[in-house]
């Protein structure tokens, strides 16, 4: 929960009364354009940076007043972090584990049950120097899971990585919400976002542009549905033109985009008045509204131009 956030830096605000609340075992996205203030907000609710004003609550604890008991809550992955170039992977989890105060009978079981989690179990051996820019991310997520904390925290952590890792990234991000387990991941990119996140929280100029919960957005949006049909012709749009819950809206060789008035149980009963009534449709599905289209819907209320 944070409440009324203000920070300054030295001539310049950079936060200006940022209020949210994130809910328990959601994935919020938090994005926005460079310079908004986003890695600055992560660095108040995780403590790093103290505010001018207002409250960070986690787990019912305030951050300025008892640091420490919200560090036991969360893992927190900085944009730009640094390792023990001269410790092995093993080392390293081992290091922290012992720093995040896991019970020393645990830590070896803990560090190879993080070390699989992560997908870094074949480098333990390895110096965290040698190590490439995928797997020095996926050892700094490593780094901040050792404890099982119920809250990560990741700055950018795709940046520099390769299309494979970006993939196995997103994986690992997924299986940790099949865990329970609040995420709040600050990036650019929004269609690898868009695989997990449940909620969007837009900041532009220090401000909380939108907090967006994708469910709520999916239902409000029109929906869109697109269908193929053999040998288009007339007759297959007379049939079409109607139905009293489609707008034909473009037409692009046997492919017609048309909006949908009507939720789920609509498009399932169209579709099979649809093949009833002899209509070959060869493809047949709803273009899903998706967090790029959520986040644009905010940058144009909101006057932006700028991307993510």
């Known amino acids: 929960l944070v409440g009324g956030l203000n920070f300054d830096y030295p001539g310049k605000r950079v936060l200006h009364d940022v209020s949210f609340q994130i809910a ?17 907000l992560l660095r108040c609710i995780v403590g790093l940076d103290r505010p001018h004003s207002g409250t960070v609550h986690i787990g019912g604890v305030n951050v300025e007043q008892d640091p420490r008991a919200v560090h036991r809550q969360l ?35 803990r560090v190879d049950e993080i070390a699989k989690q992560v997908l ?3 480098m333990m051996e390895r110096k965290a120097s040698v190590l490439s820019r995928g797997y020095r991310q996926r050892l ?3 780094l901040a899971l050792i404890h099982d904390p119920e809250i990560l925290i990741l700055d950018e952590p795709a940046s520099g990585m390769d299309p494979e ?12 919400k099949m ?6 991941v600050s990036s650019h990119i929004l269609n690898e976002l868009e695989d ?25 949006a029109k929906r869109v549905l697109k269908l193929s049909i053999n040998g288009l012709g007339e007759k297959h749009l007379e049939i079409l033109q109607a139905r009293p819950e489609l707008v034909i809206e473009h037409i692009d060789g046997d ?14 009963r169209l579709l099979v008045d649809l093949m009833r009534s002899g209509l070959p449709v060869y493809d047949y599905h709803a273009v899903t509204h998706s967090l790029q289209e959520a986040y644009m819907n905010v940058a144009e209320l909101t006057g932006g131009n700028k991307g993510t």
Not at 166 to 176: A, E, F, P, Y
Not at 179 to 184: E, N, S, V
Not at 203 to 214: P, Q, S, T
């Open 165 to 176: 890792a970006r993939i196995q990234l997103s994986i690992l991000v997924r299986n940790l």
């Open 196 to 220: 997990y996140c449940t909620e969007m929280l837009v900041i532009r100029d220090g401000r909380v542009a939108k907090h967006v919960v994708l469910r709520d957005f999916e239902a409000e």
């Open 140 to 142: 700094g997520i490593g």
């Open 255 to 268: 492919t017609i985009t048309c909006g949908l008035r009507g939720g789920k149980e609509v498009q399932q």
């Open 24 to 40: 328990r075992g959601s994935v919020t996205a938090l994005v926005g354009p460079n310079g908004a203030g986003k890695t600055t």
């Open 120 to 122: 870094i179990d074949n």
């Open 179 to 184: 865990t329970g387990k609040t995420l709040i």
């Open 75 to 109: 893992g927190y992955l900085s944009d730009f972090f640094g390792l023990y170039n001269d410790l092995t992977v093993r080392q390293c989890l081992t290091y922290m584990a012992w720093s995040q105060k896991v019970p020393q009978e645990q830590v070896a079981l």
